[in-house]
């Protein structure tokens, strides 16, 4: 028995490598497909607009299909819908690869790109709770936080490697080249669920929890509890500015920083890094002292500083990046990119630093065999954001220009504040009272395993 332990306290660590994995792989498609924007535009000849409405197809067939998605993985488990789910998004993929890419003598229209899109984000929508669940499954209440944001790390990871590796791809190869390799990830992810992931045989397999920390109660559904919604709202206001970043920023770089593709990448490649490895580090940092909650106040708080600086930045030095003349007080038009891409790369990184914690705590609070419903919700609120962000932006630039879209990244921040205070109410106390009425079975079944 003391074997078995063993392996499965080693084991949750694999659990945990291939919700990476697996993560990363659909993040570099919902992420990096929007890094290649400006070539979508120009090779499949659309309109800022249109691409916009494309780009949002990603994040609406995310939405539409999370929460049953995450309803399936309560009832069938984590290993057959992350199959299922890897399976047909690299057959979709695929699909594309022959269909729709864009050559000489064809270039597919709006409507095929768009139904690729969608198909991509309701198939791909299995990933995020399925590989979710597997993790919580494995890993005991001292080292959820870390365990979650590390898998969380997945998201801006996979994003970075989209982000180098596709408008590179985009741009010398084709298309083709992008939705072939993204059908790869994807491929190598559903192999590596095959070899590793399992259910756990008993909860002593999972980390034991620190002082002050208690496993999660079974509970009723999430869908009727308000600070499960309240939490999902916070996350889809707080994930506005961070679409804003990773859809537009190529754009914005481009079209009015007049950056070249190596700086835009690199600048999307520092947003990704700086947010996973914020993600590591306040996994572990809440995990020592269990403040979440003000963790993602923090995050939001931050977020609405630093988009605000950056609209009103961008609205102070609008005349200078196009101009070859430099006014005396605020330097020449490079040092204005270089603060734009300043201001823009921390301000992702504060959009995005945060959703390793905030989905830790939807899980606790949705409780034990309701975390694939809870997450998905999550998710569902998240990829929300990656619907509307993209075709709300287009108009805002049309009427008012970049000033207004970071304005209004600073004033979605702003919405998240208030939803991530935690209210007082029974839940702690449930939590306890269901652990200590809990604790004399679980000691006792802990002395008879030993």
Not at 346 to 367: C, D, K, N, P, R
């Amino acid at each position: 028995m003391k074997d078995v332990k063993k392996r499965g306290a080693s084991h949750r660590w694999k659990v945990l490598g291939v919700g990476v994995a697996a993560n990363a792989s659909f993040a570099a498609a919902f992420s990096g497909i929007p890094a290649t924007a400006v070539w979508i535009r120009s090779d499949y000849r659309i309109d800022t607009g249109t691409l916009g409405l494309l780009l949002g197809m990603l994040g609406l067939g995310i939405v539409l299909s999370e929460l049953p998605w995450g309803l399936l993985t309560d009832r069938w488990g984590d290993r057959r819908v992350l199959l299922t789910g890897l399976g047909s998004t690299a057959a979709a993929l695929v699909a594309m690869t022959a269909w729709c890419v864009p050559e000489a003598a064809h270039v597919p229209g709006a409507h095929a790109l768009g139904a690729g899109f969608l198909a991509i984000g309701l198939l791909g929508g299995s990933v995020n709770g399925s590989s979710g669940r597997a993790v919580m499954a494995w890993f005991g209440p001292g080292e959820r936080g870390l365990a979650m944001s590390i898998r969380q790390t997945a998201v801006p990871a996979g994003a970075g490697v989209g982000a180098l590796l596709l408008p590179a791809l985009a741009a010398h190869a084709g298309f083709a080249w992008v939705y072939g390799a993204l059908a790869a990830l994807c491929i190598l992810s559903a192999f590596l669920t095959i070899c590793w992931v399992r259910e756990p045989e008993a909860s002593a397999l999972r980390a034991p929890a620190r002082a002050g920390q208690h496993d999660m109660p079974r509970a009723h559904s999430p869908l009727r509890s308000a600070q499960v919604w309240r939490m999902v709202g916070g996350i889809a206001a707080l994930c506005m500015p961070q679409v804003a970043v990773i859809s537009f920023a190529s754009v914005f770089l481009h079209d009015f920083g007049h950056a070249g593709s190596a700086a835009t990448g690199a600048a999307l490649v520092a947003v990704q890094l700086g947010a996973a490895c914020m993600r590591v580090w306040s996994g572990r940092w809440t995990d020592r002292r269990g403040n979440l909650n003000a963790y993602l106040r923090a995050c939001a708080a931050v977020s609405v500083a630093l988009f605000a600086w950056l609209a009103a930045t961008t609205a102070l030095f609008a005349h200078v990046t196009h101009s070859a003349h430099a006014l005396p007080l605020l330097g020449d038009a490079r040092f204005v990119r270089f603060v734009l891409v300043a201001l823009l790369v921390l301000g992702g990184i504060a959009a995005s630093a945060w959703h390793g914690v905030a989905f830790t705590e939807l899980a606790t609070l949705a409780g034990h065999g309701r975390v694939g419903t809870a997450l998905a919700m999550g998710n569902t609120g998240a990829f929300l954001a990656f619907w509307l962000a993209p075709s709300a932006i287009p108009m805002l630039l049309s009427v008012s220009g970049w000033p207004a879209v970071w304005f209004a990244a600073a004033a979605c921040a702003a919405l998240a504040w208030p939803a991530f205070a935690r209210a007082p109410g029974p839940t702690d106390a449930t939590v306890e009272m269901v652990v200590l009425s809990h604790k004399p079975k679980r000691q006792a079944r802990a002395g008879a395993t030993v």
